[in-house]
């Protein structure tokens, strides 16, 4: 029988499929909130693990769109992906010097901007 | 320009990343569609090998600071295909307009639930 700990994770994983299945939102809108309300994770911890799965999450899709349906672009997404990745070394550096609260209310903001699409869409 | 401008697009889709650890496709899409002429599915599938990308990045740097549970992330990511088949299925069963506005209200609460706990707690 596995633990509460890795059910709720369970949970949290199969939640952020559905998301994404459903809105094609990544599934770390989903798995950073859940991470803090539901074990107490710190933002940063939250925000990183939320990374690790996310590699694994887009792996999956990835290989199915590439794989199965040819649509991924290779040389332009690894083109476009040279400033895509000096953005996020520059975010996390900058996401150990500010208060954890200041990534939670970044977050709760970047929620507002998400609903904000849907209702408009 | 266009180059320029999706570039700039794309380190800011990368900054989301590392500051609030999601993926980035909210920007890489456009960013791949508007100006560098993409159709919408070959978008979406490219911003995903972008995705990998920037995540394996965040996570490898995250992990460096000492912010990242490996094992709690592969518990997550390994569960989440299960999830996307539920969301197709059910995305074929209810009007999406219902799903889009259901998601709105979820994530608003969940902004309202961060913010009432950051203000509430010190530091």
């Known amino acids: ?71 991924v672009h290779v040389g332009t997404g690894l083109l476009l992906s040279i400033p895509a990745v000096l953005g996020v070394v520059i975010g996390t550096a900058i996401q150990q010097r500010i208060p954890q609260r200041a990534v939670s209310l970044l977050f709760a903001a970047l929620l507002v901007a998400v609903a904000a699409e849907l209702i408009v869409r | 320009m266009d180059e320029l401008l999706a570039a700039l697009i794309a380190v800011a889709g990368g900054l989301a990343g590392g500051l609030v650890g999601v993926g980035g496709g909210v920007l890489f899409v456009p960013a791949l569609t508007i100006f560098l002429g993409l159709t919408q599915v070959q978008g979406e599938s490219t911003s995903l090998l972008m995705i990998v990308i920037v995540a394996l990045v965040g996570a490898y740097r995250q992990n460096a600071y000492g912010n990242l549970n490996l094992r709690d992330a592969a518990v997550i990511g390994v ?39 950051a203000l509430s707690q010190d530091g």
Not at chain 1, 2 to 17: C, E, F, W
Not at chain 1, 58 to 65: S, W
């Open chain 1, 1 to 71: 029988m596995p633990s509460a700990h890795t059910l709720k994770l369970a949970a949290i994983g199969t939640l952020a499929g559905v998301f994404s299945g459903l809105f094609g939102v990544g599934g770390g809108t989903v798995i950073v909130p859940l991470l803090i309300f539901w074990f107490g994770y710190g933002e940063r911890l939250a925000t990183g693990t939320s990374l690790g799965a996310i590699v694994l999450i887009g792996l999956l899709g990835a290989v199915a769109q590439g794989g199965i349906y040819g649509n």
């Open chain 2, 79 to 117: 569960l989440s295909p299960l999830g996307v088949l539920i969301g197709v299925v059910v995305s074929n069963e209810v009007p999406q307009r219902a799903l889009e506005l259901s998601f709105a209200a979820l994530v608003l609460f969940i902004a309202y639930g961060l913010v009432r706990r």
